[in-house]
């Protein structure tokens, strides 16, 4: 069973912040649930002596959090120089149920996106990691059904040090004012999108939108580049954004860092580890940083999972199974040259990345190297050469095992989903439309995050990222190894422009439920 009893997270791998959550939800679970109106925290750092430190959160009022401002300027060792306020801000309708943790992957504990702020000092015994977590943990340990809307949670806004934090590695002098230059590489398909944010946050303030690159003619309300070098001569942006085919990705992103530049980068990212050894150690050298398009990480609905699994509302964590069942016509692969190839196309890598990307942070095993993945890849039709119908098995020592099901083959389209079956409770995440229930209960959720706001703050402010390259190694390694697999060719039925695999829509769904693969539930055209 999952996670393994008596682990410790401060010297593990950054998912390792859910089965810390768990083990301290334990100790919670003998408290009343109802009745007592405070949450109280004690802070024991071994060597230091902070007098009474406690968080107490009152219904109907609002009060700070007390905290030995004195001590700590008579010499009390804080780290991270935390300082540490109180909003007793109600849960519910206009906030998440309960206070939620971090999702995993972050090795900067909590974030302020979900209520917390670590400072990063990454010590065993850090203060705001202690204080998150047992005020997290009082609350979210019984929030399970969501009706957390009688209870005061505190909210708690833990900020960076001005000096030596390690919140970011980023040099200080390079934290821009509040308008930040951003370019855009790739203007079209998804890259539309971009451009319609930018126009947004320009309008708010927040970012100057300087100029754009691509090889066609589009329609933007900047200049337009042929290549980022050319950008690059003329102007000086501090973002990147790459929207760009995958196969272009590594060289763009290295340009930009070259420049100087931190990246958004849409997924894949990478699509090979020895691409993303690559970037992350030129980011590390030039002190960037590099953010990948998982919007789905951003969306209340999974900090709300992350929530209930790290809290152990949810129980044991048995598996996870993911399931895709869309169509697409002919038109699809005719949009690129590398749509529908093998490499930089297929289900797993790209129209359901966001799927297998959140499955492996849900199971805490995203920077893993050590995964044992198994492929069932198929391909209706001839012309192509990437898979269009796939099964997905990720396990790994000490994690659930993960399955993820998909198909662009089905009879009938319906909204990717992930599913989490664990021993208390069943929760179905589903990425795209921002929902997630449990035990068939809506889960009344957080506004959603932008990637691209939160780049800018974690350049301001030392906000950690929601989506880091760090945590997009396990994904890349799956992207690897998919592009490399044999791709057979099964029959299946033409429909107009589309082609449908009767009895897919079923077997993806039996698969993600049962965690078993198509070979395992007797598909056909595994036969």
Known sequence: MWPPRGSRDDQGPPGGVLRDARAGASRHADRPAGRDRSVRVRLGVRGARFGTVAARVLRGTERAVAFSRSRARRGTVVPGCFRLLGTGRRAGRDSPAGTPVAPPGRRARLCGRWRFAAGGCGASGCTANWLARGIALGSAATDADGRAGRRRSARLDVAPARRGDRRSDRPRDRLGGPEVKVALVGARGHGANHVENLVRLGRTGKVTFIGVVDVAEVDVPVPVYPTLDDLLAEQHPEIVVVSSPPHTHRELVLGAFEAGCDVLVEKPALLSIADFAEVSALAAEKGLVCQVGFQSQGKGSFRRLCELVGSGALGDIRGIGAVGRWVRVDAYYERAEWAGQRGPDGTLVNPYAHAVQNALLLAGIEDRD???????????????????????????????????????????????????????????????????????????????????????EHRQSGEPLLSPLASTRAFTAVVEVVGKAQVPFVEARRDGERVVLDGVDDIVVRAAEKLATFAELGARWTR
């Open 370 to 456: 050590d995964l044992d993945i198994e492929l069932e890849l198929f391909r209706c039709r001839s012309a192509n050469t990437a898979d269009d119908t796939s099964c997905l098995r990720v396990t790994a020592e000490g994690a659930p095992p993960i399955v993820v099901a998909t198909t662009l083959c089905a009879d009938v389209p319906h909204p990717p989903y992930v599913l989490v079956h664990g021993s208390l409770g069943r929760a179905v995440f589903w990425y795209d439309d921002d929902r997630l229930e449990v035990n068939d209960h809506e889960m009344h959720l957080a506004t959603p995050v932008d990637l691209l706001e939160n780049l800018i």
